[in-house]
């Protein structure tokens, strides 16, 4: 598909993303026009500088191309495999398992794909303390701090959320959240909600091997433009007041060793593992419970009423706004919907089973920014309850920005698909 209406029209959803977060503003004469137009722009400039860039030298993208299956994420699988194969036995090593049930089953999703969580965690944590991610990070940091006059601590704690969990990246910064303003603490849970973990990125880009044209560059992309347009509406919605020679400077987390990295980075991944197996165990249940509770209603339009079916009327506007055509805007907002208030794991599992007629490419590259963030109901307790660990003292204020958190981080992944859905389809797609 060439640039056409669909793509105009994301233009016309960005204006109104940041016209929703002026209304919620805590201040309205104080909108951050300078914030605002530099974050829109580094979201287009890290999009085709990952994507359109390399095509001129005959890459696919900056990450990788889109070859099946991606050689990194094959490799993380097979390590993985290596290890569950020998703690677990058959059930952890999908070849076993394949012949001793004669066919060809899926991998087991609790031993096989949720511990490339702690392997990548385990590897996370080494390549900080050997200063690789760290330098990584701080490249970010530099340039938020530049394009948006970012306080050291908040522009660190900013770009540590694209690599980092939401809980994870506070901990960089931890000696200084007890003096950040309102709005630093606000930009600091609200870029958590609009970016995902590392560790958990490499498990949605197995869901939508196949799926998605390179899912590993659009995960990581999505990631790295979520982070700036989060920075904006935040500051939209609680705008700055205090000068910025007056915010925190940046600190310096450190691991003891790299023997230390590894035992916190492995033991920290499976903390995640048992989050994530727990929270899709209660969110699955109770996502079967609603739909069978929906099934005794009459069906509406000869088929039966469900969750998504719902979600999906319920997000379908603001889908449609961000460049989803119309008669794909239900499915992409019943998976926006699935996101929000279940998790966007079980959207991104959603996502990978959605048959090729349902949605076009550009709509499911587009649906993949804009699920692609930790905002939804029950990551709310997560975060805050990770930061009032903490920071005690800091507490009300954590709790008084709940709620426009979920709000900011949403629309902060629908701006980075907005952004997407004004570009031209081809340039995301491989061998394009």
Known sequence: MEWGFDNARAFAGIAAIFAIAWAMSENRREFPWRIVIGAVFLQFVFALVIF???????????????????????????????????????????????????????????????????????????????????????????????????????????????????TEAPVLVKPYVKGMTRSELFILMTAGFATIAGSVLIIYTTFLEGQLANPLAQLLTASIMAAPAAVALALTIVPET???????????????????????????????????????????????????????????????????????????????????????????????????????????????????????ERARIITTHAICGFANFGSMGILIGGLVIIEPSRRDTFLSLAWKTLIAGTLATCLSGAVVGALPEALFISGS
């Open 52 to 166: 359109g860039l390399p095509k001129v030298f005959g890459f696919e993208s900056l990450f990788g191309s889109g070859a099946e299956p991606n050689p990194v994420i094959k490799t993380l699988e097979d390590a993985t495999r290596s290890g569950t194969g020998f703690v677990f036995g058959y059930v952890g090593d999908n070849a076993a398992a394949g012949e001793l049930m004669s066919a060809s089953p899926p991998p087991q999703f609790f031993f096989q794909i949720l511990p490339i969580v702690i392997v990548v965690a385990a590897l996370s944590a080494m390549l900080w303390h050997w200063r690789i991610l760290r330098w990584v990070t701080r490249a970010f940091a530099f340039i938020f701090r530049k394009t948006m006059g970012l306080g050291g601590a908040t522009s660190l704690a900013v770009s540590a959320n694209v690599f980092m969990g939401m």
């Open 242 to 360: 205090e000068p910025a020679a007056e915010r925190a400077h940046e600190p310096d987390f450190e691991y003891d060793s790299t023997m230390d990295a590894f035992a916190t980075g492995a033991s920290d991944g499976l903390k995640i593992v048992l989050n994530i197996a727990t929270m899709l165990i209660a969110a699955l249940a109770l996502l079967y419970i609603g739909n069978v509770l929906f099934s005794l209603l009459p069906n509406v339009n000869g088929d039966p009423l469900t969750i998504q079916r719902v979600l999906g009327w319920v997000f379908s506007p603001i889908m449609y706004m961000i460049g989803v055509p119309l008669d794909e805007a239900a499915k992409a907002g019943s998976l926006m919907g699935i996101k929000t208030v279940l998790t966007e794991f079980v959207a991104f599992i959603e996502l990978g089973q959605v048959e090729p007629g349902e949605l076009s």
